[in-house]
């Protein structure tokens, strides 16, 4: 049995993923922001285990892993969670820039540094949830772009410090996708929201999982996904 930890399983490509996975009967472990979130993490995915962190302040995710259980051996780490907040970069306060890195950059190196020894013990695999702002940065995307240009260099990084080790790294590049987050940018945008504009988040989902499955002789290292209509 496989052991999945998944940050941002409450909505989106995580809930996909999680129940995708479940399905499989591997061993889920879900983050979640506080206790209350964890228990209905629990609810949602009956025998899920659930690990409290909250990724808006990763200095204490740390602190937070030390009074609870970790996975021995985890064969996957996936990186689903983040937030956007649009505006120019002559308007957007700092707030919305630390919040914006500490939780779509920082959290996820510091939670990948916690959970290394397991990935190592399983030679598993870590796989980051980036966007194609990752690779293209638009006007008023400026904190989020910067966050996922740095996503992608941590992975980068990540896969040669690790691949002798045997293990992998992906960078996913979804496109807009049907998420809470995309009503979020239409709504900052003031364009209306038509969720079968977009990429269904179960396609991003099976682009992360044809990662996961592929054979050990074989790291597929960045896969890009954009909207087919």
Known sequence: ??????????????????????????????????????????????????????????????WAFGHQALPVELDSLLHVAGVVELGTVGELPVKAWQETLNVNLVAPAELTRLLMPSLRLARGHVVFVNSGAGLNAHAEWSAYAASKHGLKALADSLRQEE??????????????????????????????????????????ARAVLAALDASRDAEITDISVRPGR
């Open 163 to 204: 691949h002798a080790g045997g293990v992998r790294v992906t960078s996913v590049y979804p496109g807009r996708t049907a998420t809470a987050m995309q009503a979020k940018v239409h709504q900052q945008e003031g364009k209306e929201y038509e969720a079968g504009r977009w990429i269904d988040p179960e396609s991003v």
């Open 1 to 62: 049995m496989a052991a999945h930890l998944i940050t941002g399983a409450g909505s989106g490509i995580g809930a996909v993923l999680a129940g995708r996975l479940a399905e499989r009967g591997d061993d889920l472990w879900l983050l979640a922001r506080d206790a209350r979130r964890a228990a209905e993490l629990r609810e949602r995915f009956p025998g899920a285990n659930t690990l409290v962190g909250d990724l808006g302040d990763p200095a204490k995710l740390s």
